[in-house]
């Protein structure tokens, strides 16, 4: 989408090109954070 012609279509590609990154970003670092949080209060 970001190679479209369509100015919209490329701002709309960025968007979810930006949101994947961050979700990629969360899923590496701060969700494993929040599990070891959990198992740390247990012991």
């Given at each position: 989408?970001?190679?479209?012609d369509?100015?919209?279509t490329q701002?709309?590609?960025?968007?979810?090109?930006?949101?994947?990154?961050?979700?990629?970003?969360?899923?590496?670092f701060?969700?494993?954070l929040?599990?070891?949080?959990?198992?740390?209060?247990?012991?």
């Open positions: 989408m970001t190679l479209s369509f100015p919209l701002r709309f590609g960025l968007v979810v090109l930006a949101g994947c990154i961050i979700d990629i970003l969360a899923n590496l701060v969700l494993p929040l599990g070891g949080a959990r198992l740390k209060k247990r012991v």
